[in-house]
């Protein structure tokens, strides 16, 4: 498979949360405004990328009975010093990502990646993969985060872009819990339709 | 097929070399985490009242303002009331006045747990910038007779920082006016002479000493007290005032109580039940004092 599909494999037709339905605790909560999914987005590709990285530069001395573990050990390990390095030396960063940093700790979509591919591939092949599908991530939560606030709070990126009125009175059930799950769900229907159109 | 040996070896040897790195980095970053902390919370200080230097009254919880005059300008205290979501991180400025100079809430990534697009709203100028000039009196929702404006949807949230508010004022109101001159404590006097430096001073009257103002320690429950006692040429205590205590809140901290410091100067008070600790150490230490001192009521 050629650099180019890798990467953009994962931004659509395997699209981690809207195709391969993994990582969907972080894009259910973090999607309520544009610049929290695309923050969250951002944080998420980055681990995502350099964890495959390690993994793949690993994945040979990693015996496979315990490799879950070993992968957790090293996935968590590197965050934890992203975000001590962040804390002391990027407080204006850490003070608008650091609340994404304990989601990306338990992500299964990191764990996942490390799973499936970065522990088969070589890493050059391995670092394409954690971007895409990271870039993917982002897209879909992104997208989600519009729809909700647009809808939810009248807003898109904090501008009233449907007028005053409309940010007045706004569907206050897009921006909570139940709006995620269905702006998700209609989302998934139409990566569904595109997706089967594109295979046939 | 791997031996469980090398299984169990491998998986020591990659936990052992992250908690090494781990560690590492963690003694390595702690000192400037700390530091950024201290920086950030001088700046969310300096956002709720204008002032130069703050000196903690009660560690992380109350600092007192002072401007670049030296003179004290207000307080400022750290509430933590219970939202929607969790508790609230709160910070309001007070001037002498009792008057609100401006609140402050930590965003989401500092801790704030309201949920987010409508709870965390209050931390948006809109909300927060009702609350500047705002009483004791005035500080709640217009729902509930008040001057501040409920965010829609988020009526918990916006209600509890006027509780947190309307609180943290009642609970530290005797903060604010903590001696902030030698008068307070000797009201009489016309003018004050510093006999031992940052200690004591004589009082004068309209022409000659009437007494002597002196500040001192004693151990209490947590920590040192700090109190400025003034005293008249015949012994008579003129005031009490508190400058510095931790104290277990709700209870040791009753000693700076108005009624408890003003029954000195009828005369030395008993213990207050339920914070006989605090309270026998403040009476013992400006006991002690007051006698320690008499050879300059001559």
Not at chain 2, 186 to 195: G, K, L, T, V, W
Not at chain 2, 213 to 227: H, K, L, N, P, S
Request: charged share 20%; proline share 4%.
């Amino acid at each position: 498979m050629k650099k180019s599909q890798i990467f953009t494999r994962g931004l659509i037709k395997e699209n981690v949360v809207l195709v391969l339905m993994i990582g969907l605790c972080p894009a259910l909560a973090v999607s309520g405004t544009v610049r929290d999914a695309f923050g969250m987005g951002l944080a998420a590709t980055f681990v995502l990328f350099f964890s495959n990285i390690i993994i793949s530069i690993m994945r040979k001395a990693i015996p496979n009975e315990v490799r879950i573990p070993i992968f957790i050990l090293i996935i968590s390990t590197f965050v934890t010093i992203i975000d001590y390095f962040m804390q002391a030396f990027q407080p204006s960063l850490y003070r608008a990502l650091g609340v994404f940093v304990p989601l990306i700790v338990v992500n299964c979509m990191i764990l996942g990646r490390a799973e499936a591919y970065a522990s088969k591939n070589s890493v050059i092949n391995s670092a394409f993969d954690g971007l895409g599908v990271g870039l993917g991530f982002t897209l879909a939560l992104t997208v989600m985060g519009a729809i909700r606030e647009i809808l939810g709070n009248g807003t898109f990126l904090g501008m009233a872009i449907l007028g005053q009125g409309f940010k007045n009175a706004p569907v206050i059930f897009m921006i909570l819990p139940p709006g995620a799950f269905l702006v998700i769900g209609v989302m998934k229907a139409l990566i569904n339709k595109y997706v089967k159109k594109e295979t046939q | 097929m791997t031996s469980t040996r090398s299984m169990v070896v491998t998986l020591f040897i990659v936990a052992l070399v992250c908690s090494v790195i781990l560690s590492f980095v963690y003694s390595y970053t702690a000192p400037r985490i700390e530091e950024t902390q201290k920086e950030l919370t001088l700046a969310g200080l300096k956002e709720v009242i204008i002032a130069e230097v703050f000196t903690p009254v009660v560690p992380d919880t109350v600092w007192k303002a002072i401007d670049s005059t030296q003179n004290v300008v207000g307080i400022v205290f750290r509430v933590f009331p219970q939202g929607y979501g969790g508790p609230i991180p709160l910070m309001v400025g007070l001037d002498l006045e009792g008057k609100i100079t401006g609140i402050r809430i930590a965003s989401a990534a500092e801790g704030l747990k309201e949920t987010p697009g409508l709870g965390v709203k209050i931390i948006e100028p809109d909300f927060r910038e009702q609350f500047i000039g705002k009483t004791l009196d005035n500080v709640f929702l217009k729902r509930d007779g008040g001057e501040i404006d409920a965010i829609t949807a988020a009526t918990i949230s916006s209600r509890a920082v006027c509780n947190g508010i309307k609180q943290a004022i009642e609970k530290f109101a005797s903060y604010l006016c903590p001696p902030l001159d030698k008068r307070c404590v000797f009201p009489d006097a016309q003018d004050f002479i510093e006999a031992i430096t940052d200690t004591l001073w004589y009082a004068f009257g309209e022409s000659d000493t009437i007494g002597i103002v002196f500040i001192a320690t004693t151990q209490g429950y947590a920590d040192q007290i700090e109190f400025i006692v003034g005293v008249t040429m015949q012994g008579q205590i003129t005031g009490v005032e508190i400058l510095y205590s931790n104290e277990t809140p709700g209870i040791g901290e009753v000693i700076r109580s108005k009624e408890f410091l003003d029954s000195f100067k009828e005369k030395i008070p008993d213990a207050i039940t339920g914070a006989t600790v605090s309270s026998k150490a403040l009476i013992n230490g400006v006991k002690e004092k007051v006698e320690c001192y008499k050879d300059y009521l001559k």
